[in-house]
């Protein structure tokens, strides 16, 4: 009777250690997906505020400060682009009048830190808001990248 449980114990170890490399890499990608899917909303907040903020005001480093301090070191103020378009999805030429649309953007690469050791690469998680502009914009050339 010993013997069997001594073979039994083994079997289970065996089976763990066949087993354990698996259940570690779906919780490294559930982990590294959490973080990604985490930043990926906090993007897209911070560019939904600065669309928002560039809907009342015409200072495009002003916009894109609002949408750096939004982002929560996530990306640089020079990362953020802002584009005006007229409501049929045309670029804009000067000026922008109030009722035009104005897009804001935020480009960002997010690097897998735990899959990264099975070989997994990265994803490009940029995100974009826009907002109908509330009053006109001579300058409606944009900003950013």
Request: net charge negative; hydrophobic share 45%.
């Amino acid at each position: 009777m010993p013997l069997h449980r001594a073979s039994s114990r083994g079997q289970t170890l065996i089976e763990f250690a066949l087993i354990a490399p698996i259940i570690f890499i779906l919780l490294f990608g559930i982990i590294d997906f959490g973080m990604a899917l985490d930043r990926r909303i906090t993007l897209q907040h911070a560019v939904r505020e600065g669309a928002r903020y560039a809907a009342v005001t015409t200072d495009c480093a002003a916009i894109q400060g609002r949408t750096e301090s939004q982002a929560r070191d996530t990306i640089t103020a020079d990362e953020v682009g802002v584009r005006y378009y007229k409501v049929d999805g045309s670029t804009l030429t000067n000026p922008a009048a109030a009722g035009d649309v104005v897009k804001v953007s935020a480009p960002f690469e997010w690097e897998f830190p735990l899959m990264s050791r099975f070989g997994v690469g990265s994803i490009d998680i940029g995100v974009s808001g826009a907002a109908r502009l509330e009053l006109a914009v001579p300058a409606a050339g944009g900003c950013g990248p």
